[in-house]
């Protein structure tokens, strides 16, 4: 691991894919209503995913957070899975029976305090003896922080600068214990050398800190940070921060160009431009042959998409009941009630601009041929993130990423919770080994080894964040 | 609290727990901790200790926590609730108390973490409620310094906060109801619509309801004001004396102030350091060579002595209080001889309630899985979830 060396210009391909497993929790994705759906809350399903994956020498297993439930027309959504539990206590659980696999926590910045935040990561990351990872997010809403001290106190435009500040100073805690800081006998003059600790001191605009950090640098220094963020500000907080994107595009040709974008602003902002790790969010509908896996999809859709998801779907954007249309006519033919969706929460899409919208639908599914159900699963499911097609066809479909470097690896969510990985790991990964773009075993004991990912140095000098 | 009590005195056993804190209690246990000093950091040595402390039939260890810790043994320090997840899936009848502070923290994490917690041990969690009252604890998350009285106020606003999310998913709330499409049911979940002194949460817990449905809740006497303890907030209440002659007089004192158990009082536990002969040194001769490098200087009450004679104490005490909470000196060599001499004669007596794994923190501590307080609320599918505030244990 060189950590002095002249950043790289040039993006050279790994030839190499990684695997994460997204354990979503809260979400239409996730299959509920077959006989084989288990609980999404039990330790045993998170048990199960967690070592199914590092059987199959998957780099991260990845958790959400849950800050306020997903609501729907003023009451708590009822249609998908819900209900999860916190992130980082699930993880550290975890790291006890599993030894490979990173650990990662999606926190975010605006309802968790840097001191408090970075400390638990940092715990964390020694548990797992260096596999702990952030995926850093950000939320300004006073919907979400009605359950936070502060309220919702953020507002949209300042949301990354508030993270970057955050994170910077997350970092500095991360860096703040000298290598030696620990008595390495008990006759050293104390357990702790305080001179070889930096207080942390940080006075901005959304928060201060003054505080002496209180654990050392776990064996890969910091833990990795993973950021999804997409607008231009998002990318360009990642160029400078994050390890790895968990990104939105997973299609062969965007992923090039998003891999080209992100190259790009990497080395603007001064780093490598292998620094940053790109592993878009998918889904892998698989099966012995490409019969088997277009029914499968066929299946999956059928029961990720009830009629009744269909409905609520378009109310999500109406801001009304549409309970009197037929799931299986076309879009309703009346206005949205609001401009904004505000009437719906925790989803991700209030802010649209719901009338334009709605005739937007309207005369794309019109245009296609399709009912309320067919048009609402193909916009769900984010077919652009699916995979489907035998184990081989899905792995030669797989080996021109890896040739070119359009993607590190991907983040798979499976469809459905605790087998989901059964197949993947069974198969495709022995195809993948097969044309040599997959790791044989782990490369090594932290998650930074595992994804190529050079252990962070200290930074040169302990500058204030600025904001 | 509806709760089915046990009467005092139980005539299942009292309960031991163990603090597991860096090397020991004692300020200078690094230095003769057998493992070396940094290792009480590492991963592995946590998996070793809880291992043992449950194979010596400890019923519950405790994690210390704090942002700046009095005990420079522990000055650095691993998150106590994530010690205690870490426990959970290495261990099987050990209950697992994190200490959680209630000042700096944001109540809807503490609440969450902690019924994960529960998730993650089976129902094995508890929490030892902390109040900060120091002014370092403050500047690090850049609040204002809060100091008493106000902390007991803190203290049983965070808990009433925790109680009213566990209970804000009702048991029976995730349905799995194809015909209908509905994975929960609407009606079973409820706002928490907590609102405070300094904060306010709206709810609902964004996880189900906890396995044991309310953790168990212990706090230090004297935390919360009488009024709050005898409203139920607390299940377990921990206490302190000077000296370990002076335990019996605390608890009798307690239970007079307390409502009874049986009539939904909280359970009696005391603290107690502890230093014993180990390894062919007597315990007065290893407690001077510790405190000769750094004295202890602690408020709870300290017995020194033979293996023997401590069985010998704690039998005493365990016939008046529901449990003992040991702060080992050095916690590889005591914990050795607490192994070794002193849990198997008091078990021999009868003296310890039989462990049983897989049982629950509540059925430890004899107490019923309660309902949850919304179960009766009316609810009505045509509006809005009703606002619960007002409701309470």
């Given at each position: 691991m060189s950590e002095q060396t002249e950043p790289a210009t040039t993006f050279v391909p790994s030839g190499r894919l990684q695997l994460g497993v997204f354990?979503?929790?809260?979400?239409?994705?996730?299959?509920?209503?077959?006989?084989?759906s288990g609980s999404q809350t039990d330790f045993e399903s998170f048990r199960r995913i967690a070592q199914t994956a590092e059987r199959g020498l998957f780099a991260a297993f990845f958790l959400g957070e849950g800050l306020r439930l997903r609501e729907h027309l003023g009451r708590p959504h009822a249609l998908d899975v819900a209900g999860r539990p916190d992130a980082q206590t699930m993880l550290a659980a975890l790291a006890a029976i599993t030894s490979r696999i990173g650990l990662v926590a999606t926190q975010?910045?605006?309802?968790?305090d840097p001191a408090d935040l970075a400390h638990r990561l940092s715990t964390l990351d020694l548990l797992s003896g260096g596999r702990a990872a952030w995926n850093v997010v950000t939320t300004d809403n006073a919907w979400t922080g009605a359950?936070?001290?502060?309220?919702?106190?953020?507002d949209h435009a300042d949301r990354y600068r508030h993270a970057e500040a955050f994170v910077q100073t997350a970092k500095e805690i991360w860096d703040s214990w000298d290598e030696g800081?620990?008595?390495?006998?008990?006759?050293?003059?104390?357990?702790?050398?305080?001179?070889a600790l930096r207080p942390i001191h940080h006075n901005g605009r959304h928060y201060t800190v003054d505080y002496l950090p209180r654990l050392p640098r776990s064996p890969q220094h910091h833990p990795v940070l993973f950021q999804a963020g997409d607008s231009p500000e998002g990318r360009n907080f990642a160029a400078r921060q994050a390890d790895v994107i968990f990104s939105a595009h997973p299609q062969y040709d965007d992923a090039l160009q998003f891999r080209s974008d992100i190259v790009a602003r990497t080395v603007a902002a001064?780093?490598?431009?292998?620094d940053v790790k790109i592993m878009p969010a998918s889904e892998f509908i698989l099966g012995a042959t490409s019969k088997e896996a277009q029914d499968k999809k066929a299946w999956v859709r059928s029961l990720q998409i009830g009629p009744q998801q269909a409905i609520a779907y378009l109310e999500q954007f109406w801001g009304?009941?549409?309970?009197?249309?037929?799931?299986?006519?076309?879009?309703?033919d009346i206005d949205p009630v609001?401009?904004?969706?505000?009437?719906?929460?925790?989803?991700?899409?209030?802010?649209?601009?719901a009338r334009e919208l709605a005739s937007t639908w309207r005369s794309e599914a019109a245009e296609k041929g399709l009912t309320i159900r067919q048009f609402v699963s193909a916009r769900t499911s984010r077919g652009d993130a699916t995979f489907t097609g035998s184990y081989t066809e899905v792995a030669d479909r797989l080996q021109q990423y890896a040739v070119t470097g359009a993607v590190d690896g991907f983040n798979i969510s499976p469809?459905?919770?605790?087998?989901?990985?059964d197949d993947i790991v069974n198969h495709l990964v022995p195809a993948l080994q097969e044309r040599g773009v997959?790791?044989?075993?782990?490369?090594?004991?932290t998650l930074r080894d595992n994804l190529g990912l050079a252990n962070p140095a200290r930074l040169p000098t302990l500058s204030p964040a600025s904001a | 609290m509806t709760d089915t009590q046990t009467p005092f005195?139980?005539?299942r056993g009292g309960l031991l727990l163990l603090d597991l804190d860096g090397s020991g209690a004692?300020?200078?246990?690094w230095r003769l901790d057998p493992a070396g000093?940094?290792?009480?950091?590492?991963p592995q040595r946590l998996r070793e200790t809880v291992l043992a402390a449950e194979s010596a039939g400890f019923h519950a260890a405790t994690f210390s926590d704090g942002p700046?810790?009095?005990n420079p043994s522990a000055a650095a320090h691993l998150d106590a609730l994530q010690r205690a997840a870490f426990a959970a899936p290495v261990t099987r009848s050990l209950a697992l108390i994190p200490e959680v502070d209630?000042?700096?923290?944001?109540p809807f994490h503490v609440g969450t973490q902690l019924a994960s917690l529960d998730y993650v041990s089976l129902g094995r969690a508890g929490w030892l409620v902390a109040a900060s009252a120091d002014a370092a604890a403050a500047a690090a998350v850049g609040r204002e310094h809060v100091a008493a009285p106000a902390l007991a106020d803190e203290a049983a606003d965070a808990i009433e906060v925790s109680r009213r999310l566990w209970d804000?998913?009702?048991?029976?709330?995730?349905?799995?109801d194809v015909p209908s499409g509905?994975?929960?049911?609407?009606?079973?979940l409820h706002y928490a619509d907590f609102a405070g002194r300094n904060y306010s949460v709206k709810g609902p817990?964004?996880?189900?309801?906890?396995p044991q449905g309310q953790l168990p809740v212990l706090a230090p006497a004297g935390l919360l004001a009488p009024e709050q303890v005898a409203a139920g907030a607390v299940d377990g209440l921990l206490l302190s004396a000077p000296a370990p002659g002076l335990l019996a007089a605390e608890v009798t004192a307690a239970r007079a102030q307390n409502q009874p158990r049986v009539a939904g009082g909280p359970a009696l536990i005391v603290e107690l350091d502890i230093v014993l002969d180990a390894r062919g040194q007597s315990a007065s001769d290893r407690l001077a060579a510790l405190d000769a490098y750094?004295?202890?200087?602690?408020?709870r009450a300290r017995f020194t002595g033979t293996a023997a004679e401590l069985a010998d104490l704690l039998a005493e005490l365990l016939l008046v209080t529901d449990g003992v909470r040991l702060h080992p000196a050095v916690l590889d060599v005591e914990l050795e001889e607490l192994a070794r001499l002193v849990l198997p004669a008091l078990r021999l007596r009868g003296l310890l309630a039989p462990i049983h794994p897989d049982a629950t923190f509540r059925e430890q501590l004899g107490l019923s899985r309660p309902p949850s307080r919304y179960a009766d609320a009316v609810t009505?599918?045509?509006?809005?979830?009703p606002s619960t505030r007002g409701a309470n244990a």
């Open positions: 354990f979503q929790g809260v979400n239409s994705g996730t299959v509920w209503k077959a006989a084989e975010n910045t605006t309802y968790n359950n936070f001290r502060r309220g919702g106190y953020l800081a620990l008595a390495a006998s008990g006759t050293d003059e104390t357990w702790v050398d305080r001179a001064g780093r490598g431009a292998n009304r009941e549409l309970s009197a249309y037929d799931p299986d006519g076309p879009l309703p609001v401009e904004e969706t505000s009437e719906t929460r925790g989803s991700g899409f209030h802010g649209a601009k469809w459905l919770i605790p087998t989901g990985l997959y790791p044989t075993e782990y490369e090594g004991s | 005195p139980p005539e004692h300020p200078a246990a000093p940094a290792r009480s950091l590492l700046t810790p009095r209630t000042v700096y923290t944001e804000s998913w009702e048991d029976d709330a995730v349905i799995r509905r994975y929960l049911d609407v009606d079973k817990a964004i996880i189900p309801r906890p750094t004295p202890w200087q602690e408020t009505r599918a045509t509006t809005a979830v």
